[in-house]
């Protein structure tokens, strides 16, 4: 082990605190985490020369790749003259753009109103505090409560986590946070009565956290249908979905669906700076006009930070520069055909979930049964995997391939060539 690895491991396993993560084992004697020092493109190296190909593009958020020159140069340039002042009070040019840009994507008098945070967690956060005091200023008090889907995954926050349906994640939290209705489909929500929903939230096209679980085909708009009959928000979640991840460039447009508000955050800056928007319509802006108790008391320190700004508009110019979204079709396609070949040839794959360029290829015992959760397969064969230079993290033992959009067809073959030879072992 080389001696930055060493020193880096010892600070890190004396003083670091890790998300999720079982902590006595990651400081155990023996247990050697990657040090990541590097990345260009869909590679990264560790602090031991070794290459990997980031096959969940660190943790669902790059979108074009590491170091992108484009990418890279927008935050330089914006570093040259500021990195970051106050939204509170003040304004900054690239903000401005930024905002005006993602209205563009929807049709006007659509989403046209941009509040800008710092996560997925905040963007959810702030969605729901919206929904929240728009009912208490339009005399719709009893509108109180939200419906959210069985296994969902909103963030951490508490407010996000409150609509939270996995279990593991969220039963220390039960009875806080907002007043939610959990309903696993649309058959079910149909037979609730509305009259103390504000809002429904949902991750649009496919659960992630929830083994990467695709909705069937039209649910979207059929849920749209319902909010429109009912009165009730729509809240999406493309925290995950958003940028290009499902083929299109945010998971509503599969399904024609505007919602009242969209969360956005992972691939908002392709992936280099921590940066989320909440979008909304001008109806529910309204509502916060008028005498200054309706205002929306709600911010963060670095809302609308201007590097994470320059990141974002340089990601959003890359996809018409590089034909990001032209181009996904036939690697989507490639995925699919080198995931079918896997299961075919692999007694270990019992269902292989693709969403665009989303998947999950879930493991089972040959029989069908699923392994004991205590032996984390799923764990123990992306270990393994990074012997053969991927790098990714399993849900229970459904294992993610998510790498970055710009990835070529030769490296969509090295990550399934990874997870072919990894599973034969
Ligand atoms: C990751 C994620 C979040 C939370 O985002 P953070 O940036 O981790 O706070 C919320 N919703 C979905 C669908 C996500 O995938």
């Known amino acids: ?122 963007a959810i956060e702030c969605a729901l505090k919206m929904a929240s005091q728009y009912r208490q200023q339009t005399g719709e008090t009893g509108r109180d409560h939200f419906v959210a889907f069985t296994n969902a995954y909103h963030g951490d926050t508490l407010g996000a986590a409150s609509l939270g349906g996995v279990k593991r994640f969220v039963e220390r939290i039960s009875g806080r946070g907002f007043p939610v209705i959990q309903v696993s489909s649309m058959t079910e929500l149909s037979a ?61 447009q599969q399904e024609q669906v505007i919602p009242d508000f969209l969360c956005l955050a992972k691939g908002l800056t392709g992936g280099y700076l921590p940066l989320a928007a909440t979008l909304t319509t001008g109806e529910i802006y309204d509502a916060f006009l008028g005498s200054p108790e309706r205002s929306f008391s709600y911010g963060h320190s670095y809302t609308a930070n ?11 110019n890359l996809f018409t520069q590089e034909k990001t979204l032209e181009r996904l079709p036939e690697k989507i396609a490639h995925i699919a055909a080198g995931l079918a070949q896997l299961q075919a040839t692999s007694p270990l794959v019992h269902k292989i979930r693709q969403c665009g360029f989303i998947a999950g ?50 490296e969509i073959d090295h990550a399934l060539d990874a997870l072919r030879e990894t599973l034969k072992s």
Request: hydrophobic share 40%.
């Open 192 to 252: 609730h009565p509305v009259e103390r929903i504000a809002a429904v939230i949902i991750e649009p096209l496919i659960q992630g956290v929830n083994e990467m679980r695709p909705w069937p085909t039209g649910m979207l708009a059929a849920l749209r249908r319902w909010c429109d009959e009912t009165g009730v928000h729509l809240i999406l979640d493309e925290v995950m979905t958003g940028f290009g991840r499902t083929g299109k460039l945010f998971a509503c």
């Open 1 to 122: 082990m080389r001696e930055e690895t060493r020193r880096c491991l010892q600070s890190d396993q004396a003083h670091c605190w890790h998300p999720f993560t079982r902590q006595a084992e990651w400081c155990a004697r023996g247990h050697e985490p990657l040090v990541i020092v590097r990345g260009e493109g869909v590679w990264l190296w560790d602090s031991e020369g070794r290459r990997y190909l980031d096959g969940n593009s660190s943790i669902w958020t790059n979108i074009h790749g590491h170091a992108h020159p484009v990418i890279n140069e927008a935050i330089t340039a914006q570093l040259g003259k500021i990195a970051h002042s106050s939204f509170l009070g003040f304004t900054h040019p690239l903000a401005a753009e930024l905002a005006e840009r993602l209205c563009g994507y929807f049709p006007t008098g659509s989403l046209e109103r941009v509040f800008f945070s710092d996560d997925g967690s905040t």
């Open 306 to 316: 201007a590097l994470g700004c320059a990141a974002a508009l340089a990601n959003l």
């Open 361 to 410: 290829i879930e493991l089972r015992r040959p029989d069908g049964e699923k392994f004991p959760v205590h032996e984390r397969l799923g764990e123990a064969i992306c270990h393994q995997a990074k012997r053969h230079g991927l790098l990714t993290r399993p849900i229970l033992d459904t294992l993610v391939l998510m790498p970055p959009l710009s990835s070529t067809l030769g």
